[in-house]
């Protein structure tokens, strides 16, 4: 088991920025992938961001690219996800989710992650 904590959520201005962290406990793994997801209300859970246990490939959704950033520290098994220039639209519930033992080509779907942490909200108002 993998047990996920987010932290880092809250109420920032247009424009502002925002860091959050993801911490992983429990089972360790080596290879696999960490993701970024969100949800507004009424709308689908979608992949903001992920990122390979390696730290080498990354993927970002065409919505966030140039304005947000993944990256992982091992040592401390946690994962950030650095928003700037917030817009309203990127108000959503933030989920962090991994895929231990995932290979290839990084995953977007939602069913290719196992864990899931219980979610930050982020708010940006205009």
């Known amino acids: 088991q993998v047990q996920l904590v987010e932290s880092g959520g809250g109420l920032v201005q247009a424009g502002g920025s925002l860091r959050l962290s993801c911490a992983a406990s429990?089972?360790?793994?080596?290879?696999?992938?960490m993701g970024w997801f969100r949800q507004a209300p009424g709308k689908e859970r979608e992949v903001v961001a992920a990122?390979?246990?390696?730290?080498?490939?990354?993927i970002y959704a065409d919505s966030v690219k140039g304005r947000f950033t993944i990256s992982g520290d091992n040592a401390k098994k946690t994962v950030y996800l650095q928003m700037t220039s917030l817009k309203p639209e990127d108000t959503a519930v933030y989920y962090c989710?991994?895929?231990?033992?995932?290979?290839?080509?990084?995953?977007?779907?939602?069913?290719?992650?196992?864990?899931w942490g219980q979610g930050t909200q982020v708010t940006v108002s205009s």
């Open positions: 990122i390979s246990w390696s730290g080498r490939s990354t």
């Open positions: 429990g089972r360790t793994f080596t290879t696999g992938a």
């Open positions: 989710a991994a895929a231990p033992g995932w290979v290839g080509v990084l995953p977007r779907a939602t069913y290719a992650y196992d864990y």
